[in-house]
């Protein structure tokens, strides 16, 4: 991929793919605008990453309702053009959906969901001016996966980016946009740490973990190449083929069966 004139805007580029995305992109020659709460851990990947191309970081917190807004007005103030946005920030609320408090579905559902959506909105103007803009939109392979015990509303809000990538591939395909769904399985990153849920999560196999940088390689290449949709690593790959194949009730028996081997639901 030659350099092209525009940002890549990457959100929750502290940690975890979001930082491979960012060391990719930069090793293709992209400027960053990278996002996330953690203003020190943005500073130091900008300093890393200042001697390959131009780097802005903008610390702010997706969670809150008018943070979008603010963020893009903040691009616009420093007179940036985003070509590339790359919706990436998430997390994962652990346990049975009644026990925890509304307001913390209701965060969750703004970062994972309206966040994600507003953005989009927000900056595809831009996106379809550049001739050849692109949005990566980070999924998991829970999307593609009957529902489990104690991950209520994550598979569902992953599970919108599918649709939601392919009606925007179809809409803007005209004016040279790409736009891609990425649903990587379970990836070497601080997400189990942060749900709690390493301890039972380090029992899976290591042929069945994915590396951070490997899963940022496949979706840049696979939005280049135009991709709607992206699983990185053969055993996800044959994994999605198996599940297109079973019955529907027989999936859910099956899940229901082993949910609680991987995940703490109570």
Not at 75 to 88: C, D, P, T, Y
Not at 153 to 175: C, H, I, T
Not at 214 to 224: K, L, T
Request: aromatic share 6%.
């Amino acid at each position: 991929m030659s350099p092209l004139p525009g940002y890549a805007l990457i959100t929750g580029a502290s940690s975890g793919i979001g930082t491979e995305l960012a060391r990719a992109y930069a090793q293709r020659g992209v400027p960053l605008v990278l996002t996330a709460r953690r203003e020190a851990r943005l500073q130091a990947l900008a300093e890393e990453l200042l001697g390959l191309v131009p780097v802005e970081i903008i610390a702010l917190d997706l969670a809150e309702a008018d943070a979008p807004a603010a963020l893009v007005q903040e691009i616009e103030r420093r007179g940036l053009s985003i070509r590339i946005l790359v919706n990436n920030a998430g997390y994962g609320v652990p346990g049975r959906y009644h026990r925890q408090d509304w307001q913390t579905h209701a965060r969750f559902l703004q970062v994972m969901l309206v966040a994600v959506a507003e953005l989009t909105w927000r900056l595809l103007p831009g996106i379809r001016d550049s001739g050849q803009g692109r949005i990566l939109n980070i999924a998991s392979f829970a999307a593609l996966a009957p529902g489990a015990d104690g991950q209520t509303l994550y598979a569902p809000v992953k599970s919108f980016m599918l649709p939601f990538s392919e009606s925007l591939a179809l809409e803007n395909a005209d004016r040279g946009v790409k736009v891609t769904t990425v649903c990587p399985g379970f990836t070497w990153s601080e997400f189990h740490d942060i749900t709690g849920t390493r301890e039972s999560m380090s029992r899976l196999p290591s042929w069945a973990w994915l590396r951070a940088d490997a899963v940022a390689r496949a979706a840049i290449e696979g939005n280049e190449r135009g991709q709607v949709r992206v699983v990185p690593g053969t055993f996800y790959t044959l994994l999605q083929a198996l599940i297109a194949c079973v019955p529907a009730p027989l999936l859910r028996r099956l899940m229901a069966g082993n949910s609680h081997r991987l995940r703490p639901v109570d």
